[in-house]
C-alpha cells in the first residue's frame, strides 16, 4: 500500500503544498524562498529516504516565522496522513548522529500524542534568511500536527549550521526508522489498540 499524502494549506500568510512519501528514496524539490531552510528540508529528506516535494510561498517581507512554522504545521500533517493507521510498524525511532563537531540526538513516537522536547542553543540569530529560534518553532509544529512525540538535543557542538542540519538530518532518521515496517506485527503497535 502506498505510504504517501499530499497537502494543501492557505491562509493570509502562507500558501503551501506539500507532498511526502514515506517509501521514497531521498529525493526532494522544495522551493520555501528561504535557502537554508530549503537545505534543511532536503537533508531530513535525503537522510530519511523520504520523497518530498514542498512549495511553499509565505510572507517573507515579514519575516522567516509564518513561512517555517507553517511549513511545519503541513508536513506534520503529511507525516500523519501517510503513516495511516500505523498498523505494522516500528512507531519509535532513535538516532544520535555525529556532523563534525556536532553531535544531536533524536527520539521520535509515533504516539498519537503530541509533544516535543527541545534542547539547543544558537550563538547566531539567523543563518541566511532562517532565523535560528525558528528551528525550535518548526519541530513544534511537526509534533502537534504529526501527533508525534519529538525529542530534540544538541549534546555536542560548536557551528550553527552544523547544529541546526543535525537535528533536521537527525529527525529523518529517527523518522525513517519509525515508519519502517514491523513483519511480526500486523496492527499498531500498543496495548491500547489503536495509535
Ligand atoms: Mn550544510
Same mark, same amino acid.
Given at each position: ?22 517509501? /521514497? ?10 535557502? +537554508?531552510?530549503?537545505?534543511? #528540508? ?6 530519511? #529516504? +523520504? ?13 522567516? $516565522? ?27 525511532? $532513535? ?32 543563518? /541566511? ?25 544538541? #549534546? ?14 537527525? +529527525? ?24
Amino acid at each position: 500500500m502506498e505510504r504517501k499524502a499530499s497537502i494543501r494549506r492557505t491562509t493570509k500568510e502562507t500558501d503551501i503544498q506539500v507532498t511526502l512519501d514515506l517509501d /521514497g528514496t531521498g529525493k526532494a524539490s522544495v522551493h520555501t524562498g528561504i535557502g +537554508f531552510f530549503d537545505h534543511m #528540508l532536503s537533508g531530513f529528506a535525503k537522510h530519511g #529516504l +523520504f520523497d518530498l516535494e514542498a512549495e511553499v510561498k509565505g510572507d517573507l517581507e515579514v519575516d522567516s $516565522h509564518h513561512t517555517i512554522e507553517d511549513t511545519g504545521i503541513v508536513l506534520g500533517q503529511a507525516i500523519l496522513d501517510a503513516a495511516g493507521n500505523k498498523a505494522g510498524i516500528k512507531r519509535y525511532g $532513535h538516532v544520535i548522529i555525529p556532523m563534525d563537531e556536532t553531535l544531536a540526538l533524536c527520539a521520535v513516537d509515533l504516539s498519537g500524542r503530541p509533544f516535543l522536547k527541545f534542547d539547543a542553543k544558537f550563538a547566531s540569530e539567523r543563518l /541566511g534568511g532562517f532565523h535560528t529560534e525558528m528551528v525550535r518553532e518548526f519541530f513544534y509544529a511537526v509534533s502537534y500536527s504529526a501527533m508525534m512525540n519529538i525529542h530534540l538535543r544538541i #549534546l555536542d557542538g560548536e557551528n550553527d549550521h552544523h547544529k541546526a542540519e543535525a537535528l533536521f538530518k537527525s +529527525f529523518g532518521k529517527a523518522l525513517d526508522m519509525a515508519t519502517q515496517a514491523e513483519p511480526r506485527i500486523q496492527e499498531a503497535w500498543t496495548t491500547k489498540g489503536s495509535l
